[in-house]
């Protein structure tokens, strides 16, 4: 699907060629592009304003491919902004002026990107914003535009490895973002817990990779096991929860990285049932478990020299006769007592078990990444993630989310909180106050990690995109903290 070659762009045989404009003064200026042709350098600074060309970031714009062999010009905004690949934010503009292009340009066979890519770090950033932008969600149409099907990054560094090893990660990557970008997409009558672990399951296989395996608890074993959370968040459905490790277990393992994925695959709010406005983005509740899933399968494909373990707590939210209700007081894995105040505070319920199975295997860092709060969405919005934890882990995961080019947004998790999560009858309450209420979230969490080395993501808003598509970014699942997860374990490398 990409390739990297050292042509001359204007005598590439492709349906569009795209090269980056910047504003200058009141027209624009191509970036790195001293092989176009006169006629559209001309048209570039003398019609700019009158073809709706300025520059600005996230623009595309498409020309005759006058003198080219392509059929169009395609233009991409980059802005004001550096394009240093060298610098996370260089590196950014690069993959969002890449993405926006191969996003906009769907349904073409094959696009070229002659955007500045003069080392391997620039080549990175580009085909990582192609491929990221080179995504459609087809399943439910009878008749979908396709992606662009073949993409070609312009660079001199095409015969150098170390830029065609940021190729084939950047593949990688792609492919994982786009299979949790899937998952999450999918109806929830196709995607329940069962399903669920079905799916990972065919992506191990289909990853090809070595190492990897896949166990799967079933309602019986997770009641046998102690996990009440699991166990009482998925009471309420026809079908039950499901608990999946996956796990890819390298020779000689520099680290053991443990990853939890909060999978509600539909989350109603159960008795504490949620306004009917909006309630069909709730199938996107799985996104967390979906990119845990991804990027164990990520870091396999790659091998990594680091053992990374994923756990999917998978269950349905639901409302019914069997359904937990607000004062049931359940026992988490290891014994733990939570009494129920909300049942529509179910994420962290699932996370629990989970984290405290992964942390019975003593790995030396645990994360776990969850649409949790809508309170994350009234802190931060929908493009930025926030991250708490222990201090160690939550600076390498904000490092990990800058230079991938995520957004995470480290929070604490105040002392005083805590107070607010006390039950009377219990050892702790599902939720607090209501202020505060993504951080009292990660207070709660912490209580099943103990000292262990330990980060919360909450992604509640950026998962999932109720708006239009921008950048590579489509409308619907976004795949956000594949990226980041990736990084963070190959920090561990």
């Known amino acids: 699907m990409i390739a990297l070659t050292a042509k001359n762009p204007a005598q590439l045989s492709v349906d569009a060629v795209v090269v980056a404009v910047r504003p200058r003064g009141t027209s624009v200026a191509a970036v790195g592009a001293d092989w176009l042709p006169k006629e559209i350098v001309q048209t570039l600074a003398r019609d700019a304003a009158r073809l709706g060309i300025t520059g600005a970031v996230d623009e595309v714009r498409r020309l005759p491919g006058t003198g080219l062999k392509a059929a169009a010009l395609v233009v991409t905004g980059v802005g004001d902004k550096p394009l240093d690949a060298g610098s996370p934010a260089g590196a950014e503009t690069l993959r969002r002026a890449a993405g926006a292009a191969t996003r906009e340009l769907a349904g073409l066979a094959s696009v070229a990107l002659a955007l500045p890519a003069p080392d391997a770090a620039s080549v990175a950033a580009v085909a990582e914003g192609a491929l990221l932008g080179a995504y459609t969600y087809s399943r439910y149409h009878a008749l979908a535009e396709a992606a662009v099907a073949q993409i070609e990054v312009v660079t001199d560094r095409a015969r150098d490895r170390a830029a065609q090893e940021a190729v084939a990660r950047a593949e990688v990557l792609a492919a994982s973002v786009h299979g949790t970008r899937d998952l999450v997409n999918a109806a929830p009558n196709d995607l329940y817990p069962a399903a669920f672990a079905d799916e990972a399951r065919a992506a191990v296989k289909q990853s090809g990779a070595k190492g990897l395996k896949v166990t799967v608890l079933d ?27 996956v796990a890819y277990s390298p020779s000689k393992p520099r680290a053991h990285v443990a990853l939890v994925g909060k999978g509600i695959t539909f989350d109603s709010g159960g008795i504490s049932i949620k306004p009917a406005a909006g309630m069909e983005a709730m199938k996107s509740d799985m996104a967390g478990a979906a990119a845990v899933l991804h990027t164990v399968v990520a870091a396999a494909r790659l091998g990594l020299p680091v053992a990374v373990t994923g756990w999917l707590c998978l269950a349905e939210n639901m409302p ?73 882990v939550r600076e390498r995961v904000v490092a990990s989310a800058t230079s991938s080019g995520e957004q995470f947004w480290p929070m604490p998790l105040p002392e005083e909180l805590r107070p607010t999560l006390k039950s009377k009858v219990a050892d702790i309450a599902n939720i607090g106050e209501r202020f505060g209420g993504m951080l009292a979230a990660g207070v709660f969490l912490r209580e099943f990690v103990g000292d262990a080395p330990w980060a919360h993501l909450d992604i509640a808003g950026p998962a999932f995109n109720e708006k239009a598509p921008h950048d590579y970014t489509p409308a619907g699942g976004t795949g956000v903290g594949v990226r980041t997860l990736l990084s963070l374990v190959e920090s561990y490398a």
């Open 219 to 245: 309602e019986k074993a997770l009641a046998s096991g102690g996990y009440g959370g699991l166990v009482g968040v998925g009471q309420g459905s026809a079908r039950p929860p499901r608990l999946v490790k």
């Open 320 to 392: 019914s006769g069997t359904a937990q209700r607000p004062s049931d007081v359940l026992t988490i894995r290891g014994g733990k007592t939570v009494e129920v105040l909300n049942t529509d505070a179910e994420g962290r319920l699932v996370l629990a078990d989970g984290l405290v199975a992964a942390l019975e295997e003593e790995p030396d860092v645990v994360v776990d990444i969850a649409t949790l709060t809508g309170a994350q969405v009234v802190a931060l919005g929908y493009r930025v993630s926030a991250v708490m934890g222990t201090d160690e």
